[in-house]
């Protein structure tokens, strides 16, 4: 999973890239960066590390340009080398950077292609360098000086129909302008806006979600569709067209469990309206499934993402809710850490039991999904050190129990703790004296609304194994059970790291003929 953000301003643009990426830092903690253009040359800054980490006073100064892309990361393809940082970039045609949010399904064939039949090289294994590198060669089959944005979107169009998968995308076009655009299925998010500068011109923001967007000062016009495209050209002209076949609105539904920040606005849809009515129709199923002496004494969130949800499932219960984890901030997204000794010791640091909330009460956690049941078996552990008599467990999302394909780091299937078990089992690895999980049809209800009438189905593959992009078969899920397991990422090596720093090293844009 991550995060991108384009600028199209009439300013210097790297103080707001900077801020837009903290605000999409929940999206990718593990590298982060940007790229700016300026009278046809290219300023890149990009490592491994926080956006604080990255950027420091020299490297903004160095950051020069009204035109400009970022992006936040974590490594679901590839390796963790800040070599695979992104944005990454291609001298020909005109010289292109590009930042994506995703994964592509074909990859390794397309790489194939890419170096026998169309004789582009590749630096590093990922997916996002793959479509950069399609991109660039579609462009460079138009031969123009100056494309028009009906080349653009030729292009993006014959990005379509060769690449499978999920990607919400900001690529820029040195001296042309500002690119962005989302796969046909609009499994990821992706979000335009726009506002007037006292001097009357327009500037554009394209980012994975509203709220970089609305932190800027920046109006939300509205979602890029899916296989839509929009490009913005150096004079500030904003032009769009849909550029796939047969494009469908099924975004991915744990945007809404998890990802996404519950301010965010994505496809119409409030994430915390969304998370509300989780809430709500998993209180139904407690009171269906445990009746109305369930015996809960209070509700307590496992911070951050499942507060929304439990507090209106506290409400519709009727039972108090209550703060009963302190959160120690600076500790990553936990599912996503390689190894689980890793994972069990950030969670001991992550959170810190408030006790008398806990003592010689029934306690429910609420969490917003169980994916290897590591930190939750933890955090119950936890609950009865702290003076817990029971300990009830609720997941806001249904059983994950298939691997995610489309640009999350879920674990392999062997290491998902509901890929092959029934709720009992799991209840009984957990050590939770009960154990519930969010019906699927009831999921997809509570993201639904009245509002967006055109958005009725999602990719739910977590949950269903239902991949809507296709192309997945078992073969695939072999070959990717093999890289992500926490065994493959420990003996993965042999990588060159390379940090790249703007303050030393700018990009020209010469196009190569």
Not at 414 to 441: G, H, M, N, P
Request: glycine fraction near 8%; proline fraction near 4%; charge should be negative.
């Amino acid at each position: 999973m991550c995060g991108v953000v384009g600028i199209a301003g009439k300013s210097p643009v790297n103080q707001m890239l900077f801020d837009a990426l903290t605000m999409l830092q929940h999206r990718g903690q593990d590298a982060a960066g940007i790229v700016t253009c300026h009278e046809g040359r290219l300023f890149l800054r990009k490592d491994n590390g926080m956006v604080r980490d990255v950027f420091h006073t020299r490297h903004m100064r160095a950051l020069l340009g009204n035109y400009g892309i970022g992006h936040v990361r974590y490594p679901t393809a590839g390796s963790a080398s800040s070599a695979e940082a992104q944005p990454f970039y291609v001298n020909s045609p005109y010289g292109i950077t590009l930042a994506h949010n995703g994964n592509l399904t074909n990859a390794e064939e397309i790489h194939d292609d890419l170096f026998k039949t169309d004789l582009r090289h590749m630096n590093t294994d990922s997916d996002s360098e793959v479509l950069l590198n399609v991109f660039a060669h579609e462009l460079q089959k138009r031969s123009k000086l100056v494309p028009t944005p009906d080349d653009i979107f030729h292009v993006v169009s014959r990005v379509h129909e060769r690449c499978e998968g999920a990607y919400g995308v900001v690529a820029m076009i040195t001296g042309q302008g500002l690119v962005g655009f989302r796969d046909p299925n609009g499994i990821r998010p992706l979000i335009y806006g726009s506002r007037i500068t006292e001097t009357g011109e327009h500037e554009y923001i394209i980012a994975s979600e509203s709220v970089a967007i609305t932190a800027l000062g920046f109006k939300v016009e509205r979602d890029i569709a899916p296989g839509e495209a929009i490009f913005i050209n150096v004079n500030g002209e904003m032009f769009t067209q849909q550029c796939a076949e047969n494009p469908q609105y099924r975004p991915c539904i744990f945007e809404y469990v998890y990802f996404a920040r519950p301010d965010a606005i994505i496809d119409g849809i409030s994430v915390y309206k969304a998370r509300l009515k989780m809430g709500e129709k998993l209180a139904h199923k407690i009171l269906s499934e445990w009746g109305e002496e369930h015996d809960i004494d209070v509700v307590i969130p496992i911070p951050d993402t499942s507060r929304t949800s439990a507090l209106e499932l506290a409400n519709t219960l009727g039972v108090k809710f209550r703060e009963g984890f302190m959160k120690n901030r600076y500790i990553g997204r936990t599912f996503i850490m390689p190894g689980q000794q890793q994972r069990k010791k950030s969670v001991r640091q992550k959170l810190n039991p408030v006790e008398l909330e806990f003592k010689d009460k029934n306690v429910l956690l609420v969490d917003d999904s169980i994916v290897r049941g590591t930190t939750c078996n933890e955090i119950i552990q936890m609950a009865r050190d702290a003076g817990a008599k029971k300990v009830f467990f609720a997941s806001a999302a249904p059983m994950v129990k298939y691997p995610n394909v489309y640009g999350i780091d879920m674990p392999a299937k062997q290491e998902l703790i509901a890929s092959e078990r029934s709720v009992e089992e799991i209840r009984e690895i957990i050590e939770a004296d009960r154990l519930i999980f969010q019906d699927l049809e009831d999921l997809k209800a509570a993201v639904r609304t009245s509002k967006v009438p055109y958005l009725q189905d999602f990719d739910c593959s977590v949950f269903d194994g239902v991949y809507v992009a296709g192309g997945i078969d078992a073969a695939y899920l072999d070959e990717l059970e093999q890289k992500r397991s926490d065994t493959a990422k420990k003996t993965k090596d042999g990588y060159i790291d390379v940090n790249i720093d703007a303050a030393s090293v700018d990009l020209t844009g010469v196009t190569e003929q």
